[in-house]
């Protein structure tokens, strides 16, 4: 990789990791706790939340007409998000042994937290949580096909890609045949690595919600 690249990357992450520990801090203020991947909430900020539900008869009352009308076709969308849930896991629990790539953990993408907000209620819940599986399962099948690119073709486009997986600053440059053979063997050895890298970054993350 470009020295000079490799320098950016390195800046990036450590802005991403001050983002989370600041995100850390602002969460500590708003007495919000994790206890085994579940929030919690103080007593008396849960019941202050409370104070400001919405009941459902207001709720609905007050619902526009085009968002009424279109909630049948946003949730036909189901459908096609849980089938394609099965398929790429599938896919990656069959193939990614045989490459020796490590499987992608579901449970890292598909965040389902906002059901212990005592503000929302039931409706809004239901439409938080179906949110936050079509959100998570773009992330997970994004860090799937970013490893499967790493594996099978890691070259940069000409032109730009917007909103790229994480693997992509690391590929080879595009046009550089001279050490496409030599990076092709060092990136498929960095995915057999990505194991180790996970568990040190789930350690850290352990330490900045304890802080």
């Not at 936050?132 to 890691?154: A, F, H």
């Not at 790229?164 to 690391?170: I, L, N, Q, S, V």
């Not at 060092?186 to 304890?210: H, I, P, V, Y």
Request: hydrophobic share 35%.
């Amino acid at each position: 990789m470009n020295p000079k690249i490799k320098e950016l990357l390195e800046r990036i992450r450590q802005i991403q990791d001050e983002i989370e520990q600041e995100m850390a801090r602002r969460r500590a203020e708003l007495h919000t706790d994790f206890e085994n991947r579940r929030v919690r909430f103080e007593r008396e900020v849960l019941e202050q939340q409370r104070r400001f539900k919405m009941g459902l008869f207001k709720y609905l009352r007050q619902a526009r007409f085009r968002n009424v009308i279109s909630a049948p076709i946003i949730y036909s969308v189901l459908v096609p998000m849980l089938l394609l849930d099965l398929f790429v896991t599938i896919y990656q629990y069959i193939c990614f042994p045989l490459y020796g790539i490590p499987r992608v953990r579901r449970r890292d993408y598909f965040v389902f937290d906002r059901a212990y907000l005592g503000y929302l209620n039931i409706i809004e819940k239901i439409n938080c949580a179906y949110c936050s599986y079509g959100n998570g399962l773009i992330s997970y099948i994004k860090e799937i096909v970013g490893r499967t690119e790493q594996y099978w073709c890691p070259i940069k486009h000409a032109r730009r890609v917007m909103q790229a997986h994480p693997y992509y600053d690391g590929f080879v440059d595009y046009g550089d045949a001279e050490t496409y053979r030599d990076e092709l063997d060092r990136l498929r050895a960095e995915l057999a690595k990505l194991d180790e890298d996970e568990k040190e970054n789930e350690t850290k993350d352990e330490d900045n919600d304890q802080k």
